[in-house]
T-cell receptor, first 119, second 113 residues
Framework: GAGVSQSPRYKVAKRGQDVALRCDPI?????LFWYQQALGQGPEFLTY????????KSGLPSDRFFAERPEGSVSTLKIQRTQQEDSAVYLC?????????????????FGDGTRLSIL | DQQVKQNSPSLSVQEGRISILNCDYT??????FLWYKKYPAEGPTFLIS?????DKNEDGRFTVFLNKSAKHLSLHIVPSQPGDSAVYFC????????????FGKGTRLSVIA
């Protein structure tokens, strides 16, 4: 497809289970971003990649969160030993521009997110 | 740290009238701002942006105004249409260049027919 694709769209897990969320960016997009959006809030940055390199993971809430993009395309966000506070919508965005390049008319394009519910 | 604040959680406007959504920011180092629109169960969609070299940017019914001295920007939609009903987020880069965005909490716009 032409846009950012995320799967699954909805995920329900029991507390303590591990989950994996997938993001397929727009083909050719160099930069990939993960955000977490809690109810009633704006998206909050988690981590981002330029190609396969993870440039910043300072937004990850704990060491239970792990993200990878091994071939510089598809990315996976993994959450181990899930807790109820992990319940949120996880958004992935991609951008044509390299990180640090001057802002241009190449904004971040978002997928529809994965809604994660931890019971 | 760069922060953006949208102090109005909701706004209701009649169809055909002007909608004005506001956003304030705290750090003027990176004067580049974006507006995203979000429908329920969908991801945010880029709407319009503005950089510090301008104080206004217009795209069809959407105009964004930037007041650097007041650290304030606003999005004007005129005329408003029922399909504009959505949550609108203002955002700005964490740092210079193509970096993660910092978002406001959003304003829910309802356009009433």
């Amino acid at each position: 497809g032409a846009g950012v694709s995320q799967s699954p769209r909805y995920k329900v897990a029991k507390r303590g289970q591990d989950v994996a969320l997938r993001c397929d960016p727009i083909s050719g997009h160099v930069s990939l971003f993960w955000y977490q959006q809690a109810l009633g809030q704006g998206p909050e940055f988690l981590t981002y990649f330029q190609n396969e390199a993870q440039l910043d993971k300072s937004g990850l809430p704990s060491d239970r969160f792990f993200a990878e993009r091994p071939e510089g395309s598809v990315s996976t966000l993994k959450i181990q030993r899930t807790q109820q506070e992990d319940s949120a919508v996880y958004l992935c965005a991609s951008s044509l521009e390299r990180v640090g390049r001057q802002q241009s008319n190449q904004p971040q394009h978002f997928g529809d997110g994965t809604r994660l519910s931890i019971l | 740290d760069q922060q953006v604040k949208q102090n109005s959680p909701s706004l209701s406007v009649q169809e055909g009238r002007i909608s004005i959504l506001n956003c304030d920011y705290t750090n003027s180092m990176f004067d580049y701002f974006l507006w995203y629109k979000k429908y329920p169960a969908e991801g945010p969609t880029f709407l319009i942006s503005i950089s510090s070299i301008k104080d206004k940017n217009e795209d069809g019914r959407f105009t964004v105004f930037l007041n650097k001295s007041a650290k304030h920007l606003s999005l004007h939609i005129v005329p408003s249409q029922p399909g504009d009903s959505a949550v609108y987020f203002c955002a700005t880069p964490l740092s210079s260049g193509n970096t993660p965005l910092v978002f406001g909490k959003g304003t829910r716009l309802s356009v009433i027919a």
